[in-house]
């Protein structure tokens, strides 16, 4: 296995979810690779603000590369973290997914099996990439708002584990019988919206909620973030929603899709927010892309790029 050039004399740094330091698959996948000459260290978070602390503490290592191991909570606390550094020199990025649904490993195509996506963070090269600024926040995926959120915020971690990503699906039926829509609103350089909102999400990836694909087109070098939101409808026009929701061509009657690099948007009741699985709540926020602000390693043939 050749490593990537910069690690010859710069351990990898892994920083793992502490939730996940006892995993067998994790643990033989290191030893094995640290018996094979490859530079590998380990850290873990035990509390809020770890993930802050230890990437700080990296970039005052020197380390060059850094391999969260976690789910799209920890990927955003670890992005979060970075972009608070200054651009250079800020470490590379890997990913080792160990999460409920790994929703933008997923769509990255890094590997599941810790020792596939430890060899791609050793191997590999890094690409930048965009993120998104919302107020005070940042995320790499997807921000969800109404039911989306609602439903990631209220599934029990036990039923998560349970059933993956399709605790989501099951949360979202059940939710969506007594679901009230947001009176809300967004705005754009160039256009306004306003209606009853039942899910939007404002997309750097394409998908969310364990694998739904919300908009299958975006892109996470462009430059631009793609905005989705469905708006209330009566039952009798369920089949046009459905057409519009498949079709990410259209921006129909119910479905509204638009891409920019900038946009405000603001609800009557302080609408639940997800970034990248974390809850937020805000009656106003405002989304602004970040070009090539992270420099993530990626497999060749990622489709996001």
Known sequence: MKLNDQLRTNPLRVILNGKKAGDEAVRSAIYQLRDKGCPIEVRTTWEAGDMERLIAEALSDGVKRLLIGGGDGSVNEAVSALLGLPSEPRPELAILPLGTANDFASACTI???????????????????????????????????????????????????????????????????????????????????????????????????????????????????????????PAKDLDIVVKEILDPEVDGKYVKRLKVDKLQVWSDKGMPINLDGEPYKADRVEFTVLPKAIAMVLPADCPLI
């Open 111 to 233: 590997p599941t099996a810790p020792i596939d996506a430890l060899r791609l963070a050793l191997t590999g090269d890094a690409v930048e990439i965009d993120a998104v600024q919302a107020n005070d926040r940042a995320f790499v995926n997807v921000a969800t708002a109404g039911i989306g959120a609602q439903i990631t915020a209220e599934t029990p971690e036990q039923l998560k584990n349970f059933l993956g990503g399709g605790a989501y699906t099951l949360m979202g039926l059940i939710k969506a019988v007594s679901f009230t829509p947001y009176e809300s609103g967004l705005s754009t350089s160039s256009k306004e919206l306003s209606g009853k909102v039942i899910v939007g999400a404002v997309c750097n990836g394409p998908q969310a909620g364990g694998g739904q694909p919300l908009a299958p087109n975006a892109r996470i070098n462009d430059g631009l973030i793609d905005v989705v939101a469905v708006l209330e409808f």
